[in-house]
């Protein structure tokens, strides 16, 4: 610990800035300064919504291991990290080469009036589905089940699912059970591919997802499941398959698929995303308002 101390007193000791401080704030200096924080606050916000965010915290985690190592004077650790440095530069630029494109694409399709909703648009899903849809959704798995129709439902949660509804049909409307149903009818137009649910309804039908690559999934898994799969990996979506084989139904959660449940099963987990929903600041502060005000009526009865 002490010599954490001292490092640090170090450092500060021979800080300088590289650049000479200006004697006076002027008008361009506060032009600039609210641009970077413009930018480096959407940047944030398209890292938070994207899987970009797991990628993140592992770069910093990364990067607090070659500190440690610079404070404790690790330096065959600090020379390995050196030499791979220009490569990891790299692999950053490759491992993040889909969202990368995917912003370069979204300010291709901006106009100068459009930037102020750039990374905002795909925000995380704050309004979860109703117990009503929750309930419809399950009824109409297990229905589905019963006649061995097959079906493939993926439930967004915070991650942007945007691109995935693109390679499908818009549909916009409510869930309901005989929706899903009605869809994943045989030998209908919507029926292949998968739907795309948005809190309490269906964005999309039709659409394409990537399937996995995984060679732990079983062999007897057909393609729905292994696209199931393969969704659950590049986002934290929920996805349910109803096999048209055998009728069971399972779901995809972080990579990892659970075979045959049963619909209390299948329940438990979708309450458990449910309770995941962010609570919007306006609506806390407002139910904060009205607690007060409720207390201040009950006080005011006790005095009485």
Known sequence: MDRIIIWFKTQLANFSFPFHMPKAIEFIDIIQILMIAYFVYHLILWIKNTRAYVLFRGIILIAAFILLARIFQMNVILQIFKGVSVAAITAVVIIFQPELRKVLEQLGDKNIFDFA?????????????????????????????EVKTGALIVIEQNISLSDYEKTGIPVDAILTGQLLINIFEKNTPLHDGAVILKGD?????????????????????????????????????????????????SYALNGEITTSVNPNELREQLHKIQKLAVTPESTRIKHWKERVKHEKKHVKKTDK
């Not at 990374?119 to 109703?130: I, K, L, Y």
């Not at 999934?217 to 799969?229: E, F, I, Q, Y």
């Open 201 to 249: 309804r269906v964005t999309s039908a039709t659409c394409y997802l990537p399937l996995s690559e995984s060679m732990a999934l079983s062999k007897d898994l057909g393609t729905r499941h292994r696209a199931a799969v393969g969704i659950s990996e590049v986002s934290d979506s929920l996805t349910i398959v109803v096999s048209e084989e055998t009728g069971n139904v």
């Open 117 to 145: 909703s750039l990374g905002t648009a795909s925000g995380p899903n704050e309004n979860r589905f109703s117990d009503k849809t929750l309930n419809e959704l399950v009824r109409a798995c297990y229905e589905m089940g």
